[in-house]
């Protein structure tokens, strides 16, 4: 079956600092690969999405590039704010397959 | 636009009490899923519907069931509720399985 696997957390960064959030995945066939990002108290929100191979997913200053080669969605930021404080899920969804697989989430956290 | 709602936001149980959670989409989306969210567990797939008139059972269906009412509507039962239910359940809708989930805010649901 699928599966997706990403860096455990905490990650505690101070602010500026260059981000990376390490997602490698297991899948059949080409799933779409997706970062979603959720606040204190929210519901997850969809932060980029990529939906073939060297795709590179982009929104508010992060980025994720889909490498079939080494199976991964990594996702990074150069300067990471305070605000961007949240938890982290890389997710796939396969056509067809009507169950995403997410990872368990990555805890970010900025220092000013 | 309201994309997800979820009702109610929190709720407070006995053990053995049934309740409904309410979930509807206004983007008219097919798939419609329920998820529960444990510390140190990440995100578990209860039930999802992939399209009006279906449903199927996720990773953890048991003690739970749902109905699609409609296009708009999945909703959530617990028909006698336990302790080990306490956690906070998401609705997700999507357009179809490779695409992106919506996630509405969330229940937080505590069992006594």
């Known amino acids: 079956g699928n599966s997706v696997t990403q860096m455990e957390g905490p990650v505690t960064l101070s602010e500026e600092a260059f981000l990376t959030i390490n997602c490698t995945y297991t899948?059949?066939?080409?799933?779409?690969l997706f970062w979603y990002v959720q606040y204190p108290g929210e519901g997850l929100q969809l932060l980029l999405k990529?939906?073939?191979?060297?795709d590179k997913g982009s929104n508010k200053g992060f980025e994720a590039t889909y490498r079939k080669e080494t199976t991964s969605f990594h996702l990074e930021k150069g300067s990471v704010q305070v605000s961007d404080s949240a938890v982290y899920f890389c997710?796939?969804?396969?056509?067809?397959?009507?169950?995403?697989?997410f990872g368990r989430g990555t805890s970010l956290i900025v220092h000013p | 636009n309201a994309g997800v709602t979820q009702t109610p936001k929190f709720q407070v149980l006995k053990t053995g009490q049934s309740m409904t959670l309410q979930c509807a989409q206004d983007?008219?989306?097919?798939?419609m899923y329920w998820y529960r969210q444990d510390p140190g567990m990440g995100l578990r797939l209860i039930y999802y519907?992939?399209?009006?008139?279906?449903?199927d059972k996720g990773e953890v269906p048991n003690g739970y069931n749902v109905s699609r009412l409609n296009k708009r509507e999945f909703s959530l039962r617990l028909e006698s509720a336990a302790p080990s239910q306490t956690s906070v359940y998401f609705c997700?809708?999507?357009?179809?399985?490779?695409?992106?989930?919506?996630f509405g805010d969330g229940t937080r649901l505590s069992i006594l």
């Open positions: 997710a796939l969804s396969g056509r067809g397959s009507y169950i995403p697989t």
């Open positions: 990529a939906t073939k191979a060297d």
């Open positions: 983007m008219n989306h097919n798939s």
């Open positions: 899948a059949t066939g080409y799933p779409s």
């Open positions: 519907s992939a399209s009006e008139g279906t449903t």
């Open positions: 997700a809708s999507s357009e179809s399985s490779n695409q992106p989930q919506h």
